[in-house]
Every structure is written in structure tokens, then in C-alpha cells.
């Protein structure tokens, strides 16, 4: 990595160049164009398909590609659903599932020097931003795709390409450091992170998971305090989610799950910074998380974890027990109960 802790009068500098130098910068070009009200991103790998009516029936005009930013004209509920999602967006040529994509925005924010010693969560607020990476033999190559909504740790303020002040962040699963224009990246307030109900006894709290209804309702005492739609694991070996009693037993705001390559290919299994990850089958790594990639929830979409929105997601993440707080890279305990059926 180049040089970190920037002083105050190079901070300031850089600032004042940041925003100026910001088309510059060795990101997609998208980000310097306005962008209309409401934005979907791509998350399917496989791409999409745009139909010239809201149904699967309906005959496919043309294909979008996985990441692809793609402006909705409205939105339409369809008769032909699907049942679990009949929401379908109005596009440029025809009609766009919503379960294939993904809403984001595009929020540039102020770069914050305070970064705590251990480390400072982060979100990020663009359709994607690119991590990079730095040695000295060949200065910075691209690395890693970020997506919105996807958590980060961040270490420094480094100076970036182009003199501009960069974060840098540590990748949670390799350890590997990286670079991430500063202005994609929101710091998370420890307010947002403050527990919920914590007036309620941990053994007053609960969760079940209906496989067959694909839904998580989350109990104090008998009554429900969150009706949540999921998606499930794809119901054949591997991929089926385990059923039985369990306990969320690891808390980590931001995952690595993949194969834990450093890699420039978008194409690869590497999901950086899954947010909100609530463990409780730890043989396999199971957990409930938000999902950045998809929001076709109502059906089962994933290689066995609760796959939430990412509210939701954060939601259960503050509601459950052990209590994490924004400091904790990892926290563990015996925490609250989940029976899955």
C-alpha cells in the first residue's frame, strides 16, 4: 500500500482536488452522468431478460447484462406473477423482473478522517466502485467489484490515484489491503447499530424459518414482532438450508464469501462484504444476511443461508442476540434460538 495517515494539509488538499478530479479517476465513467430517480442494478450473473409484456411468457426482446444500470419508468404489478413477486419494472423496450435486480442509488459523501483504530464499517452508496490494489513494482491494479449496500472495514485515508484521498480497506476473509475512492463509502454511525428491544429477555426472543412458506418471523414471547420474506437455500444437496433448532452463535457486520481469491474477475465466486451476517450453523456457514445481488425473495435462491433484504437483514442483526456493537470484526456467544422447518 502507498502511504497512509495523511496529515491534516494533505487531507485538505486532497479534498479540494477530490471532487474536481472525480471523472478522472479510474472508475466507471457512469458515475460523472446524472442518473434518473429510480436505478436498478443487474446482480444475476446469467444477465436478464427484458420481455415485451410483465410475464415469463411473454416473448424476450433483449438481454441486459449482469451489472448492467438500467433506469425504471415505473413500476407495474403483474397478474401473471409470480405469486411470491409480481412486481416488474417498466424499461427501455419492455418489462424487467424485479427479482433480478437490484435498486441502488448514486450518494457521493464527505471523507472522514476519523477512522477508529480497529477499524470503521462502511457502506457503499454507488452502483458499484472498484478496489484496487498496490505494489510498488506495478502501482495500482483493479481488483474486486463492490456493490451497494455491501459493508467494508475501513483502516486509513490513504492518497489514491490521481492525489485524491482514498480508504483503505482490509478485506475481512485474506486480510489483503485495498484501496476504494473515499467518496463510494459512507461511514456506518454507531447509533445505527444500537440494539433493539433490549428490554426483552434474550430467552423471550425467537426466530422461525418457514422452508415451505419461505418466511422468518421473529418472536417476543408469542407475540410477532417481524414478518419477513426470504429466500431460502436451492432445495438439493448442497445448496438446502438445514433444518432443526439452532442458536446464532457468530455476529459479523461485513463477510468474504467466496473463494478468497484476489481477483479483476467479476465473473468469479467472490462476494465482498456480505452484510449483516447472523451465523448459526457454523459446520457449514449458515446464516442469515442481506443480500445485495438479488431481491427475489419468496423463493429459494441460495446456497443455504437466510438470504434477506438488506434492511431486514440489519434489522436482525440488531434485534438478536449476543448484542454486537461497531467495533466488533466478529461477535460470538449463544445467542438467540432459530428453529427452522
Not at 418466511?215 to 445448496?239: C, N, Q
Request: net charge neutral.
Amino acid at each position: 500500500m502507498p502511504r497512509s495517515s495523511i496529515s491534516r494539509r494533505d487531507f485538505l488538499k486532497l479534498s479540494a482536488l477530490s471532487f474536481g478530479l472525480f471523472s478522472l479517476s479510474p472508475t466507471p465513467n457512469l458515475f460523472s452522468k446524472k442518473i434518473q430517480t429510480k436505478i436498478v442494478l443487474v446482480g444475476r450473473k446469467e444477465g436478464v431478460s427484458v420481455h415485451k409484456l410483465p410475464s415469463d411468457e411473454s416473448i424476450i426482446m433483449y438481454q441486459r447484462n449482469f451489472n448492467d444500470i438500467i433506469n425504471v419508468y415505473y413500476d407495474v404489478i403483474s397478474d401473471d406473477g409470480p405469486a411470491w413477486n409480481p412486481l416488474w419494472y417498466r424499461v427501455w423496450g419492455g418489462y424487467l423482473h424485479s427479482g433480478n435486480v437490484t435498486e441502488v442509488k448514486h450518494l457521493l459523501n464527505p471523507v472522514q478522517t476519523d477512522v477508529k483504530e480497529n477499524g470503521q464499517i462502511a457502506e457503499v452508496t454507488v452502483p458499484y466502485t472498484r478496489s484496487w490494489f498496490f505494489n510498488k513494482s506495478q502501482g495500482w491494479s483493479p481488483k474486486y467489484r463492490l456493490s451497494y449496500g455491501s459493508i467494508h472495514w475501513v483502516m486509513d485515508v490513504i492518497e489514491g490515484p490521481e492525489n485524491k484521498p482514498w480508504y483503505k480497506i482490509k478485506d475481512e476473509l485474506s486480510s489483503v489491503e485495498l484501496g476504494v475512492p473515499a467518496e463510494h463509502l459512507r461511514f456506518i454511525e454507531d447509533i445505527e447499530l444500537s440494539p433493539i428491544s433490549t428490554d426483552v429477555p434474550e430467552g423471550k426472543k425467537r426466530i422461525e424459518v418457514s422452508l415451505a412458506y419461505q418466511t422468518l418471523k421473529a418472536y417476543e414471547g408469542d407475540t410477532v414482532v417481524r414478518d419477513i420474506k426470504i429466500s431460502s437455500g436451492i432445495p438439493v444437496k448442497p445448496t438446502q438450508t438445514p433444518v432443526g433448532s439452532f442458536r446464532i452463535r457468530t455476529k459479523m457486520p461485513s463477510k468474504h464469501m467466496g473463494d478468497g481469491n484476489l481477483t479483476d474477475d467479476i465473473f468469479a465466486y467472490e462476494l465482498m462484504g456480505v452484510p449483516w451476517n447472523c451465523f448459526f450453523q457454523m459446520e457449514d456457514g449458515i446464516a442469515t444476511h442481506g443480500t445485495y445481488w438479488h431481491t427475489n425473495f419468496g423463493m429459494p435462491m441460495s446456497k443455504g443461508c437466510i438470504n434477506l433484504s438488506i434492511d431486514e437483514a440489519k434489522w436482525i442483526y440488531r434485534w438478536t442476540y449476543p448484542i454486537a456493537t461497531s467495533d466488533d470484526w466478529a461477535k460470538h456467544g449463544f445467542g438467540t434460538a432459530i428453529t427452522i422447518t
